[in-house]
């Protein structure tokens, strides 16, 4: 009996390790980022006040999974779900805690959230959740010493001194320093330091989150996010807000699997929102190079941070040429939500918008990235293992290969035409090459060379005739009620097979349940009597 429980302890910690996702498998995704409280609401009535909550919950999300679908994200980022100060400020945004251990109610219950994670998984998608290990929520102004109503972390020995950063390049004060004046609490402090890493395991154990983003990284030390990446068990990303890349990439490895590609992000915005010289982009992979893995860094040109790409260039054609190039370049692809249906927002809270009643799966935006997402999906690791090697750059063009897929973009502009040769490829003479975003544009590689005649500023996708076939050009229709995916038969049989380990381990009096303060179910391992 004793030989048996233990094969099953073995079995349920294989089957449970199994269930997080590292690294490398995150570069098959490509993720769509929701702000929780503006993503869908239930409501068809917009959103009023910017500034505070929305309506946004996870059953909405839940009830908009197909138009996520349908654009082709494999995976989404949901913001952080503690429980919010709301004052003096309200915390729709999910970055100012005060009670870690409960679940924002704004946003929904504890079951609405597993919910969520059960019905994504169902369908393929990942979840990524934001974390915040930086800080607590508002305090009453004035009563900078008050930290009574925080829980757990309620009283001042859990927090640096009171002081502001005021000088980023001073990486001591940013790390000890309050950020917006939050409270900055301190991880060499061991209650608080044990605090998060047991809440970010237990909290991904306890929902299936498959990775995290983590909010405001530099401001804590290095070793700290060693640790608590490790406890969370799955990929982790870092939100390293600097455009320096020797600085940016010091935080991959040493702290978090990966970050946000800010450096890359300011070198596309000067490229594509700005038309300086589309040289930035050259200049922007060259830079990559100090990155210990660049295939998993987070490539965007939207978020929750930073004025939307369409406030400052409203050139649609200008947009689709840098999603095009943030889908194929290397790196996993980020897609903000409202970018779909042309969202033109400026600084916080404008470029936070509440995406309903604009759910319109006919727009042309929403059905380009849809078309370009889903062949990236669809080309699997033979593109997204492939390296990226630039072809042709100029200061109004550039073009690069993954495997056998060719990007062309320009930031020309609507109205603008241009041709170029291409005589650094990876194609062979005679290989016809069509163009994913009009079928009827092809062309064919002769004595080693092939044109690309750019016309209205649109970006083009080339690959060979043999990859563009029907299966991977036309997307697969909407799982049905009748329907099965294998991704949910295997769900369900591993599902099976840990609910019966347990069973036999809790029979055989190797495992118990107990409640824990903070209110989780802990299981507890026992030694087993022969």
């Given at each position: 009996?004793?030989s048996?429980?233990?094969?099953?302890?073995?079995?349920?910690?294989?089957?449970?390790?199994?269930?997080?996702?590292?690294?490398?498998?995150?570069?098959?995704?490509?993720?769509?980022?929701?702000?929780t409280?503006?993503?869908?609401?239930?409501?068809?009535t917009?959103?009023?006040d910017l500034?505070?909550?929305?309506?946004?919950?996870?059953?909405?999300?839940?009830?908009?999974?197909?138009?996520?679908?349908?654009?082709?994200?494999?995976?989404?980022?949901?913001?952080?779900?503690?429980?919010?100060?709301?004052?003096?400020?309200?915390?729709?945004?999910?970055?100012?805690q005060?009670?870690?251990?409960?679940?924002?109610?704004?946003?929904?219950?504890?079951?609405?959230?597993?919910?969520?994670?059960?019905?994504?998984?169902s369908?393929?998608?990942?979840?990524?959740?934001?974390?915040?290990?930086?800080?607590?929520?508002n305090?009453?102004?004035?009563?900078?010493n008050?930290?009574t109503?925080?829980?757990?972390?309620?009283?001042?020995?859990?927090?640096?001194?009171?002081?502001?950063?005021t000088?980023?390049?001073?990486?001591?004060?940013?790390?000890?320093?309050?950020?917006?004046?939050?409270?900055?609490l301190?991880?060499?402090?061991?209650?608080v330091?044990?605090?998060?890493?047991?809440?970010v395991?237990d909290?991904?154990?306890?929902?299936?989150?498959?990775?995290?983003?983590?909010?405001?990284?530099?401001?804590v030390?290095?070793?700290?996010?060693?640790?608590?990446?490790?406890?969370?068990?799955?990929?982790?990303?870092?939100?390293?807000?600097?455009?320096?890349?020797?600085?940016?990439?010091?935080?991959?490895?040493?702290?978090?699997?990966?970050?946000?590609?800010?450096?890359?992000?300011?070198?596309l915005?000067?490229?594509?929102?700005?038309?300086?010289?589309?040289?930035?982009?050259?200049?922007?992979?060259?830079?990559?190079?100090v990155?210990?893995?660049?295939?998993?860094?987070?490539?965007?040109?939207?978020?929750?941070?930073?004025?939307?790409?369409?406030?400052?260039?409203?050139?649609?054609?200008?947009?689709?040429?840098?999603?095009?190039?943030?889908?194929?370049?290397?790196?996993?692809?980020?897609?903000?939500?409202?970018?779909?249906?042309?969202?033109?927002?400026?600084?916080?809270?404008?470029?936070?918008?509440a995406?309903w009643?604009?759910?319109?799966?006919?727009?042309?935006?929403?059905?380009?990235?849809?078309?370009?997402?889903?062949?990236?999906?669809q080309q699997?690791?033979?593109?997204?293992?492939?390296?990226?090697?630039?072809?042709?750059?100029?200061?109004?063009?550039?073009?690069?290969?993954?495997?056998?897929?060719?990007?062309a973009?320009?930031?020309?502009?609507s109205?603008?035409s241009?041709s170029?040769?291409?005589?650094?490829?990876?194609?062979?003479?005679g290989?016809?090459l069509?163009n994913l975003l009009?079928?009827?544009?092809?062309?064919?590689?002769?004595?080693?060379?092939?044109e690309?005649?750019?016309?209205?500023?649109?970006p083009?996708?080339?690959?060979?005739?043999?990859?563009?076939?029907?299966?991977?050009?036309?997307?697969a229709?909407p799982?049905?009620?009748?329907?099965?995916?294998?991704?949910?038969?295997?769900?369900?049989?591993?599902s099976?097979?840990v609910?019966?380990?347990i069973?036999?381990?809790?029979?055989?009096?190797?495992?118990?349940?107990?409640?824990?303060?903070?209110?989780?179910?802990?299981?507890?391992?026992?030694?087993?009597?022969s």
């Open positions: 009996m004793k048996i429980l233990l094969v099953s302890y073995v079995l349920l910690l294989a089957i449970t390790a199994a269930r997080g996702k590292s690294a490398d498998e995150w570069k098959s995704r490509v993720i769509y980022q929701i702000l409280d503006r993503f869908a609401s239930g409501s068809s917009p959103c009023s500034h505070k909550y929305c309506g946004g919950t996870f059953q909405g999300i839940i009830q908009k999974l197909d138009y996520i679908q349908g654009l082709g994200a494999n995976a989404i980022w949901i913001s952080p779900i503690p429980e919010q100060t709301d004052t003096p400020d309200e915390g729709y945004h999910g970055y100012w005060k009670n870690i251990f409960k679940v924002n109610s704004h946003f929904g219950t504890e079951d609405d959230l597993k919910q969520l994670v059960d019905a994504c998984h369908r393929g998608i990942w979840v990524m959740l934001d974390v915040v290990g930086n800080h607590m929520g305090q009453r102004y004035g009563d900078w008050n930290f109503f925080f829980v757990p972390f309620n009283k001042s020995e859990y927090y640096h001194p009171y002081c502001l950063i000088d980023f390049n001073d990486q001591h004060q940013v790390e000890v320093c309050r950020l917006a004046n939050l409270p900055d301190d991880q060499s402090n061991s209650f330091r044990s605090t998060l890493e047991s809440w395991h909290t991904v154990s306890k929902y299936g989150f498959d990775g995290i983003r983590v909010d405001t990284t530099p401001e030390p290095k070793n700290f996010w060693a640790e608590y990446s490790k406890s969370a068990g799955v990929f982790s990303i870092g939100e390293v807000f600097n455009g320096n890349p020797q600085y940016v990439a010091g935080y991959q490895g040493s702290a978090l699997d990966s970050t946000l590609n800010y450096p890359m992000y300011y070198k915005y000067n490229a594509f929102q700005e038309k300086q010289t589309m040289r930035n982009i050259h200049d922007g992979v060259e830079q990559n190079s990155f210990p893995d660049v295939s998993i860094l987070g490539n965007f040109l939207d978020n929750h941070d930073n004025p939307r790409f369409l406030h400052n260039n409203g050139d649609w054609s200008t947009l689709k040429n840098a999603l095009a190039y943030i889908v194929f370049a290397e790196g996993i692809p980020i897609i903000y939500y409202g970018t779909e249906q042309g969202f033109s927002g400026g600084n916080d809270p404008n470029d936070r918008e995406l009643p604009n759910y319109n799966t006919d727009s042309d935006l929403y059905k380009f990235i849809s078309t370009v997402v889903k062949f990236r999906v699997g690791s033979s593109l997204y293992e492939a390296e990226q090697i630039e072809r042709y750059v100029d200061d109004q063009f550039f073009a690069f290969t993954r495997g056998e897929v060719f990007v973009t320009t930031n020309l502009g109205g603008q241009l170029r040769t291409i005589t650094y490829h990876p194609y062979s003479s290989t016809e069509v009009d079928s009827s544009d092809k062309v064919t590689v002769n004595n080693g060379q092939f690309v005649n750019i016309q209205n500023g649109q083009k996708v080339y690959s060979p005739v043999s990859e563009l076939d029907a299966e991977k050009v036309v997307p229709k799982r049905t009620e009748g329907g099965t995916s294998a991704g949910v038969v295997v769900a369900a049989v591993l099976s097979l609910g019966a380990v069973v036999a381990m809790v029979i055989g009096g190797i495992i118990v349940w107990r409640r824990r303060k903070n209110g989780y179910l802990s299981l507890d391992l026992q030694v087993a009597r």
